[in-house]
Nanobody, 121 residues
Framework: QVQLVESGGGLVQPGGSLRLSCAASGSIFSIHVMGWYRQAPGKQRELVATITDGGSTNYADSVKGRFTISRGNAKNTVYLTMNNLKPEDTAVYYC???????????????WGQGTQVTVSS
């Protein structure tokens, strides 16, 4: 059983910063990609940022220059540092991991339960 547990959401004023964390645990052979997605009320879930096991990153245009994704030394954790937050960043943020539970198993997509980020004065 694989679990992704997020933390670090909350309420912040416009221009403020937050750091989200996500830790993957359970029967994991290797993690290929970890990332963050978000879903605002009435909207579809959208990509925020991803990072591969090799360290390559990808960002949505709307967060480039403001958000930074990184992985911990243990490689089973991922962080999202969010600076200069805007009201339009308000959403539930979900951690995502594409991983294998064994060497001969296919890649599988896992999701965390989500953490609320609210940017408001």
């Amino acid at each position: 059983q694989v679990q992704l547990v997020e933390s670090g959401g909350g309420l912040v004023q416009p221009g403020g910063s937050l750091r989200l964390s996500c830790a993957a645990s359970g029967s994991i052979f290797s993690i290929h990609v970890m990332g963050w997605y978000r879903q605002a009320p009435g909207k579809q879930r959208e990509l925020v940022a991803t990072i591969t096991d090799g360290g390559s990153t990808n960002y949505a245009d709307s967060v480039k220059g403001r958000f930074t994704i990184s992985r911990g030394n243990a490689k089973n954790t991922v962080y999202l540092t969010m600076n200069n937050l805007k009201p339009e960043d308000t959403a539930v943020y979900y951690c995502n991991a594409i991983l294998q539970i064994a060497a001969v198993q296919p890649l599988v997509n896992y999701w965390g339960q989500g953490t609320q980020v609210t940017v408001s004065s």
